[in-house]
């Protein structure tokens, strides 16, 4: 089973919901999951500083992994 791509208009609380074990990611990332967490990807890498790019790729990998 393929899983979606996970792109920057998605909304971070909802990635958390879909993928749980991304919580680690955010939490690498600095990303605010808790009070930022109806952000989308794109604004909450901008407001706490994370390269999207890089934060994106490793949500990816980690959601992968959840359904291998």
Do not use: Q, W, Y
């Not at 999951?33 to 980690?62: I, K, Q, Y």
């Amino acid at each position: 089973m393929k899983v979606a791509k996970i792109t920057k208009d998605r909304i971070v609380n909802d990635v958390i919901r879909d993928h749980p074990k991304t919580i680690g990611v955010f939490t690498r990332f600095n990303i605010d999951s808790c009070c930022g967490g109806m952000a989308t990807l794109e604004e909450a890498a901008r407001r706490d500083g994370a390269p999207l790019e890089e934060l994106l790729e490793e949500l990816n990998r980690v959601a992968s992994e959840e359904i291998s």
